[in-house]
């Protein structure tokens, strides 16, 4: 059964880098089967799709947060991540990672991780 | 970017009531429409995907519909853990974008 989990730092400071990390279990995290995406949501708000890649590495970005973002596969880990660079109190969320399905449906979801960004 | 339009934002029903939310696309996405449900402080839980089809495990009460710009969700009998908030999807192309919530309470 496919289980995703987040983890990284609950605390960011501004003008830092929020670094998370997904792990995979369940299932290959390079296997042609499978999407991972990040998706958030702010307090009491509405959700965002902030990227995705592909088992051939390819990666979608959200392209009002194209220019900080970077998601990439371990696979010796069986894990991927998001980098988002420059943080701001507005990037304050819960984060969420999940796999994708066809068509590109956020399937399995992670309970996410809350992110605060402030000094 | 697409823009997701749910209607209505909230919603009260009874135990046993029919209920349907509605999802309007900026443009034509074809069938490219899924459906969630979220609980308060839980990850959303997929229903429905492709507009139409009911996710393994989601009970048969959820139903989907529409192509093209409107779809709606509905829920042919509520049952007490129905009662939450529902999210709509697009996955036509991206930046995928969801609707802004339609929360379910109790009447």
């Known amino acids: 059964q496919l289980q995703l989990q987040e983890s990284g730092p609950g605390l960011v400071k501004p003008s830092e880098t929020l670094s998370l990390t997904c792990t995979v279990s369940?299932?290959?995290?390079?296997?042609?089967?499978?999407?991972w995406g990040w998706i958030r949501q702010p307090p009491g708000k509405g959700l965002e799709w902030i990227g995705s890649?592909?088992?051939?590495?390819?990666?979608y970005y959200n392209p009002s947060l194209k220019s900080r973002v970077t998601i990439s596969v371990d696979p010796s880990k069986n894990q991927f991540s998001l980098k988002l660079s420059s943080v701001t109190a507005a990037d304050t969320a819960v984060y969420y990672c999940?796999?994708?399905?066809?068509?590109?449906?956020?399937?399995?979801w992670g309970q996410g991780t809350m992110v605060t960004v402030s000094s | 970017d697409i823009q997701m339009t749910q209607s209505p934002s909230s919603l009260s029903a009874s135990v046993g009531d029919r209920v349907t939310i509605t999802c309007r696309a900026s443009?034509?996405?074809?069938?490219?429409l899924n459906w969630y449900q979220q609980k308060p402080g839980k990850a959303p839980k997929l229903l429905i995907y492709a507009a139409s089809r009911l996710q393994s495990g989601v009970p048969s009460r959820f139903s989907g519909s529409g192509s093209g710009t409107d779809f709606t969700l509905s829920i042919s009998s509520l049952q007490p853990e129905d009662f939450a908030t529902y999210y709509c999807q697009q996955s036509y192309s991206t930046p995928y974008t969801f609707g802004q919530g339609t929360k379910l309470e109790i009447k």
């Open positions: 443009q034509s996405i074809s069938s490219y």
């Open positions: 890649i592909y088992f051939s590495g390819s990666t």
């Open positions: 369940g299932a290959s995290i390079s296997s042609r089967n499978y999407y």
């Open positions: 999940a796999d994708i399905i066809n068509p590109d449906a956020f399937d399995i």
